[in-house]
Structure formats: C-alpha cells, structure tokens
C-alpha cells in the first residue's frame, strides 16, 4: 500500500530531474502553473494523486505519463530523427565523422531531446546537492559530507533534544534538524527581521506539522521584554477597532456612507496578523522558556542548561557573540558544533570555547575539497577545486 507522504499533491514542493540530465531543482507545483526543467516545460495537473517516480511530457507539455519499467521496452530514438530536428547540415557534417565522434553526438542529443522527467520527494541530501551544485556560496560551500558530520557531532536524536540552530544556509541546518528530531524535540531557530527570511530548505521539505519549529527573534532574544510590549500594543490596537466599528453602528447616517466590504475586508486583514502576531509571540515564550530564565520577567541566563545542542553554521557573522548568548544554558553533556568557510571565526569560536575550562574533546578540522573525478562519457575534466 502506497503511503500518504508517496503521493503528489497540489502545492507541494518537489524534486524536478531530467532524465538524462544533471540539473535538480527544487520546484512547488501548483494547478494552472506550468513547471520547467532544463527546457523541458510541463502542466503538472496529471501527476497529482499519483505516487512519486518517472512521468513522460507529452506534446507541449500538456500531459504528464506515469512512466512503467516492468512493462516498458527499450526503444531507442532513430538516429535520422534526431539530425533531422537539428537541420539538414547537420545531417551531412555526420555523415563525415569518425565511428566515435558520431557515438558521442548521438548520446548527448539524445539527452537533450529526452521527454522524461524525475519528480522525486525532497530530502535533505537532494536539496543539498541542488543548492551546492547552483550557487555553493549561498549555502557557504556547505557540502553533503560536511553536513553529515555535522550531525552527526551534534549528537541529537528524536527523544525530546533541545537544539539551538543559527544559519545562513538557507535553512538547510535547520530543516536537518528538524528532521532528526521528528518533532519529539525543540529547534530553536534564531533569525533577523520579524520572519524568517530565505529558508526555501525548510519550506521545501513540506512539514506541515511544525510544532517543534521555534523562530526566535534576535530582538527577542536580547530583550525578553518586548514581548510584553508588544501583547499590550496589540491589545490596544483590538480596543480601537471595536471602539471604532461601535461609534460605525451607533452613527446610521455614516453608514451608508462607508463601504461596508472594504471595512469587512480590513477588519480580516487585521484580525490575520494579529493571530499570526500571537502565535509568533507564543513559540518564542516556548523558545526562551528553554534558553532564559523567567523569560516574562528577566533576562537571567539560565544556569542548569537545556540545551543539548549548539549548531551555528554560516560565513557573515561572529560565532562568538551567538556563544556568549546560549553557551550557558547547555546541558553538561550537550555538544557545540561551530562551522564556517572562514578560518578566523573558527579559530575565535575555538579560543573561546577553550577560555570558559568547560568543555572536553574539542575538535578543529579543516578539510580540503577534493573531488574523485570519473570522465563519463569522454567529457572534459574538472579544472577547479575550490579549498574550504
């Protein structure tokens, strides 16, 4: 029996790969909207409620076909149709290549003109070879190996752990975390702004439950008491609508006079944000309940620690004013994992940790890129190897 999470639904994000191809892109499908992958254009209304695998474009992209190993019999594409669509002097300048230049041409074009594309359920593994291999910097040339050992130093699991996660890899961390933790667990999320910006990672992964995803403001953080602040102004706010709509109702000349849909639609409007409002200020009551004592009346470290880890990952700030924050309220047999492309905010994270005499087996690693390159093919070789 196929499983609710092997099933494609409308709006979820997805994995897109075509057949014979090396791009993966990360890709919401949505009725009505069309879907591209390397040139390849497609309505993706025909693969919803069928399980994930292989589908066929058919013509302009209108139709989508469940594609059927066990029945399906290799068919190899005519060589004169695959030079007739590039024209008729391409036709007679193969006729004058050698035997393996002509084997070479055949099996790129063939791979061009493929109509088979891979919708694959995103995993953290996909998505992180898809950011890598598209803009490494973005995701401060953060490679799946270096991932792994990530968690695997931070030591969580899905037992109810408390992890403290600051990133600027575009949620990849993040929703790694959360993963482990299979919402048994608390992932502190600590971002700028009012929201958390770009983390397509941890929207991509399509957890609808995110019971143990707690955003936490830096704001917040530092001064606990803006959230009764901002209780108290949201309140207000509430108090002059009423008021506001009363005085509407008490008037009956002003009410014919004001567009009643246009208040009704204010009126929703607000009342939206201010529920988004209160459910953000309720997970960072959460969020602070773990790192700060009394969090609604100071701003007192908290000293016996229940955190049981510290993840920090990213090349634009310092990793030491995040410690000085979080480093007291860590579990004695919780774990501090601190990466970044950068070697001085490495080595002051490491001076740091030494200087408080409460940590053993600390590690520094460095590891150089190197890449085991297999020409596929007959291709060009790699030229650049970048040192991380």
């Known amino acids: ?40 254009s497609f309505d993706p209304k ?16 209108k139709t989508l076909d469940t594609v059927d190993f066990s029945k399906e019999t290799y068919q190899p594409i005519p060589d004169e ?15 004058e290549r050698s035997h393996f230049s002509k084997e070479k041409y055949l099996r790129k074009m063939t791979k061009k003109h493929s109509v088979k594309v ?26 799946f190996g270096q991932l792994s050992l990530l968690l695997q130093l ?11 996660v600051y990133e600027n890899t575009l949620g990849l961390l993040g929703a790694a975390v959360m ?36 955003p936490l403001r830096i704001t917040t953080f530092l001064q ?3 959230l009764k602040n901002e209780e108290e102004s949201d309140q207000l706010k509430i108090q002059r609508r009423q008021s506001h709509s009363q005085e509407i109702q008490d008037d009956g000349k002003n009410i014919s006079t004001i567009d009643v849909g246009n208040l009704n639609e204010s009126d929703s409007s607000l009342q939206s944000l201010l529920e988004r409002r209160a459910e953000r200020r309720k997970k960072e009551k959460r969020a602070l309940d773990v790192l700060l004592k009394n969090s609604t009346e100071g701003n007192e470290v908290l000293n016996e620690g229940k955190l049981d880890g510290i993840l920090l990952a990213g090349r634009t700030f310092d990793t030491v004013d995040v410690l000085k924050q979080v480093i007291d309220g860590l579990r004695l047999s919780g774990s501090v994992v601190v990466y970044s492309p950068i070697k001085q905010h490495i080595l002051k994270a490491w001076n740091f940790l030494r200087s408080t005499n409460s940590f053993i087996d600390m590690q520094i690693q460095e590891q150089f890129c190197r890449t085991y390159q297999i020409l596929p093919n007959q291709t060009h070789p790699l030229m650049q190897q970048p040192v991380i």
């Open 1 to 40: 029996m196929i499983s609710e999470n092997s099933i494609i639904h409308d709006g979820d994000y997805t994995i897109l790969q075509k057949v014979g191809g090396e791009q993966l892109r990360p890709c919401r499908l949505l009725n009505g909207q069309r879907a591209l992958i390397e040139k390849l």
């Open 46 to 61: 025909d693969a919803f409620g069928k399980p994930y695998g292989v589908f066929e474009v058919g013509s302009n992209g």
């Open 81 to 95: 149709s695959i030079l007739m669509q590039n024209g008729n002097n391409t036709m007679e300048s193969f006729k």
């Open 118 to 143: 891979m919708i694959s359920r995103p995993t953290i593994r996909l998505l992180c070879l898809s950011y890598f291999n598209k803009d490494p910097e973005r995701l401060a040339h953060l490679r």
């Open 154 to 164: 931070l030591n969580i699991h899905s037992c109810g752990c408390n992890v403290f």
């Open 179 to 214: 993963e482990r933790l299979d919402n048994q667990g608390n992932c502190i999320f600590l971002h700028r702004g009012d929201w958390p910006q770009s983390i397509p990672c941890i929207d991509a992964m399509n957890n609808y439950c995110r019971d143990n995803f707690l």
């Open 224 to 226: 606990p008491d803006i």
